[in-house]
């Protein structure tokens, strides 16, 4: 019964923008950590954004930071990824995590694509 569901990828075009949403249910979402993984081809998934469950703190890859921003809405359930100035080498497939370090639960969302190419 644990979901997390992404939306709002898609194709955009160099220095143009996306809102990722992810959209949790099942578990106590204020309880957990959000964060946002990619995985472009041929490459590791990799970290790009956390926030944290309590103080709402916030930590970057090196090669995002000053364009994407994290957030998150405990009311909606939700955390979202807005990412400005694309490049094409932010494309990949987004995946939205929860994970609580008490007790050690992780769950992942199915992952959606972003495309930055003209």
């Known amino acids: 019964q644990v979901q997390l569901v992404e939306s709002g990828g898609g194709l955009v075009q160099p220095g143009g923008s996306l809102r990722l949403s992810c959209a949790a249910s099942?578990?106590?979402?204020?309880?957990?950590?959000m964060s946002w993984y990619r995985q472009a081809p041929g490459k590791e998934r990799e970290l790009v954004a956390l926030?944290?469950?309590?103080?709402?703190?916030?930590n970057y890859a090196d090669s995002v930071k000053g364009r994407f921003t994290i957030s998150r809405d405990n009311a909606k359930n939700t955390v979202y990824l807005q990412m400005n100035s694309l490049k094409p080498e932010d494309t990949a497939v987004y995946l939205c995590?929860?994970?609580?370090?008490?007790?050690?639960?992780?769950?992942w969302g199915q992952g959606i694509q972003v495309t930055v190419s003209s």
């Open positions: 099942g578990f106590t979402f204020n309880h957990f950590l």
């Open positions: 995590k929860a994970f609580r370090m008490t007790p050690g639960y992780e769950y």
């Open positions: 926030i944290t469950s309590t103080s709402g703190s916030t």
